[in-house]
């Protein structure tokens, strides 16, 4: 089975260090804040949910012939990959053609100005949202074919998706209102150097290289690329345990 090269940690994704390197979060914390922050997520129901799961005792699925759970992995990575695969195209073709396609003329309100890229970012999180999710129900079913510990595997995924997603869904969604500040913050640098320059404003020269909106939407790409990587780290999860033998 191919290997999934997609690896990081929730507490330091690439996300939350592109949000710092922009400069509209505080940097990533240290890794013993992500356990106590995730304390804080689970709530004490939550916690019997997850222990019922993991004391469950479960039969044992029949002997998968090697042969067939060889082909089963195979399917869940080339499943993987194909979602990767399609996403990242998808990100970077509109993100180019977004910026192809702008027209903004002075005076320009910022609040009204930045609701298309807004509105753009929320549909690429839908996007996301309807693709990785039943990918992730979909690895899940594999492992449970496989043996008992992945089954169990499996059933905790189930449960810890069921308790956080919410929460991950609030959280992700103050992306876009976070990147408003970048876009605040690149058109007032360029504002000011025009002001120091004492140059005209041409907008037709926004969307040239290194120009404020070409590093908008380059910045925006970034950190699309970086939520999908996130979003996929579960369904990485699972083919990562399917694929090592320490855990059948």
């Known amino acids: 089975m ?48 997850l222990s019922a799961v993991h004391s469950d005792s479960i039969a044992s699925p029949p002997k998968m012939q090697y042969e067939v759970q060889f082909s089963l992995g195979a399917a869940i990575g080339i499943e993987f990959h194909r979602i990767q695969t399609s996403l990242i195209n998808s990100i970077m073709k509109s993100c180019s053609l977004n910026l192809d396609k702008t027209h903004i003329e002075l005076p320009m309100d910022l609040a009204m100005a930045y609701a298309p890229y807004r509105r753009f970012y929320d549909t690429h999180q839908r996007d996301m949202e309807l693709r990785i999710q039943p990918l992730r129900v979909n690895v899940r079913e594999a492992l449970a074919k496989v043996s008992p510990r992945l089954k169990k595997l499996a059933d905790l995924d189930a449960a810890l998706e069921g308790i956080l997603r919410d929460r991950e869904s609030k959280l992700l969604s103050k992306v876009p209102v976070l990147l408003k500040k970048r876009f605040e913050q690149l058109y007032k640098t360029h504002q000011q150097m025009l002001v120091d320059t004492q140059q005209a404003d041409n907008s037709a020269s926004w969307t040239q290289a290194g120009a404020w909106l070409a590093r908008f939407s380059n910045d ?5 690329l970086a939520e999908m990587e996130l979003r996929l780290q579960p369904a990485m999860g699972l083919i990562e345990a399917f694929n090592n033998k320490d855990t059948q």
């Open 2 to 49: 191919t290997r999934v090269s997609l690896r990081t940690n929730f507490h330091s994704s690439k996300l939350i260090r592109c949000l710092a390197d922009l400069a509209i979060v505080d940097a990533a914390e240290p890794e013993n804040a992500f356990a106590e922050k995730l304390g804080l997520w689970i709530h004490f129901t939550d916690a019997i949910t």
């Open 220 to 224: 925006m790409q970034m950190l699309l």
